[in-house]
C-alpha cells in the first residue's frame, strides 16, 4: 500500500493528464477555426485590395462565410469527438463581440486605415485573453499579430496596408493554426 | 476496504487510464496522440497499452487511414470502473482512511 503523498502524486498526475486532454481538443478545434479565418482574413483583405469601395460587402460576406465555416467545423468535431464545442451561446458570444468593434469604430469616426488596424488587433485581444485561460498558443499568436498589425499600420503607406494585413493576418493566423495541429 | 488496482497504478499506465477515461465514452485516442499525451516512446507506449488491452481495461483498433495504419486505444466499461475505482481509493488514503 502507498502512503497519502504518493496518493497525491498519483492524483495530480490524473490530473495533469485530464487538462493536456482538454487542451489538446481545444488546440485541435481550434486550429481548424484559425486556418479558416486564415483563409478568409486573406481572401477578404486581397478583395479589398482589388475593390476599395466595395470593402465593406466583402468584410460582411468574409462574417457570413465564417459563420457557416464554425458551423461545418462545429458539426465535424462532434461527428469525430462526440463533444459539442459550439452551440448558440457562442454564436451569441462573437455577435455581441461583433457589435461592441461595431459601435465602437461607429462613436470613434474610424477611417478605413484605421478599421483595417482596429479589426485585428480587437479580435486577437479575446485571443490573448484566452491564451490566458486556455494555452499560451493563443497568447503568441495574438502578440504576434497585434505588433504585425501595428508595424503596418504605421509604417505601409496607404491601401498597400491591405496587402501587409492579408499577409499578417491571413498568414498569421494560417501560420498560427497549422503550428497549432502540431502542438 | 479497497485496494489499489496493480495494473493502472503503475505511471504510464496511469497517464493512459486517466487520458482515456477524459473523453466521453467509446471515443478512443490515437496511438500518436496518446504518445504526445503521455511523454512515452513507441515501445513503452504499446508494452503498457497491451497490459492494459489484457487485463480488459482498454481495447485496441488498428485501421488504415489512406496508406498510413493507424492504432486506436480506447477505455473499455471496465476499464472505466476499474479506473474510477482507482482514484475512489487514491482520494481515500489522502483522506487518511486507508494505512
Known amino acids: 500500500m502507498i502512503d497519502s503523498s504518493e496518493a497525491s502524486a498519483a492524483l495530480t498526475d490524473i490530473e495533469d493528464t485530464v487538462r493536456r486532454v482538454r487542451q489538446s481538443q481545444i488546440y485541435e478545434v481550434s486550429s481548424l477555426v484559425l486556418l479558416m479565418w486564415g483563409g ?47 452551440d448558440g451561446r457562442y454564436f451569441l458570444t462573437f455577435g455581441l463581440i461583433a457589435a461592441f468593434g461595431i ?5 470613434g469616426q474610424f477611417t478605413p486605415r484605421q478599421q483595417t488596424a482596429f479589426w485585428p488587433i480587437y479580435i486577437m ?15 503568441v499568436i495574438g502578440a504576434t499579430i497585434v505588433a ?3 508595424i503596418g499600420y504605421f509604417y505601409i503607406p496607404g491601401i498597400s496596408l491591405l496587402l501587409w494585413m492579408a499577409v ?11 503550428w497549432m495541429r502540431r502542438s | ?14 497517464k493512459i487510464m486517466a487520458a482515456l477515461n477524459a473523453l466521453p465514452a467509446e471515443v478512443g485516442l490515437e496511438f500518436v496522440r496518446l504518445k504526445k499525451l503521455t511523454g512515452a516512446t513507441d515501445g513503452n507506449l504499446g508494452a ?19 496508406k498510413k495504419p493507424q492504432t486506436t486505444v480506447t477505455a473499455t ?15 481515500e488514503i489522502i483522506a487518511g482512511r486507508q494505512a
Open chain 1, 40 to 86: 478568409l482574413a486573406f481572401v477578404g483583405n486581397i478583395a479589398g485590395w482589388f475593390w476599395p469601395r466595395y470593402g465593406l460587402y466583402i468584410w460582411f460576406a468574409v462574417y457570413g462565410v465564417s459563420a457557416v465555416g464554425l458551423i461545418i467545423i462545429g458539426v465535424y468535431h462532434r461527428s469525430k469527438s462526440r463533444i459539442r464545442v459550439f
Open chain 1, 103 to 107: 459601435f465602437v469604430c461607429y462613436f
Open chain 1, 125 to 139: 485581444l479575446f485571443y490573448m485573453m484566452a491564451g490566458v485561460w486556455f494555452g499560451y498558443a493563443f497568447l
Open chain 1, 148 to 150: 504585425l498589425t501595428l
Open chain 1, 168 to 178: 499578417v493576418n491571413g498568414g498569421g493566423l494560417t501560420l498560427g493554426g497549422l
Open chain 2, 1 to 14: 476496504m479497497a485496494e489499489l488496482d496493480d495494473i493502472i497504478h503503475q505511471p504510464l499506465r496511469l
Open chain 2, 48 to 66: 503498457h497499452i497491451e497490459t492494459l488491452a489484457k487485463a480488459g481495461y482498454v481495447s485496441v483498433e488498428k485501421a488504415f487511414v489512406g
Open chain 2, 77 to 91: 466499461a471496465a476499464g472505466r470502473g476499474a479506473f474510477a475505482r482507482h482514484v475512489a481509493t487514491l482520494q
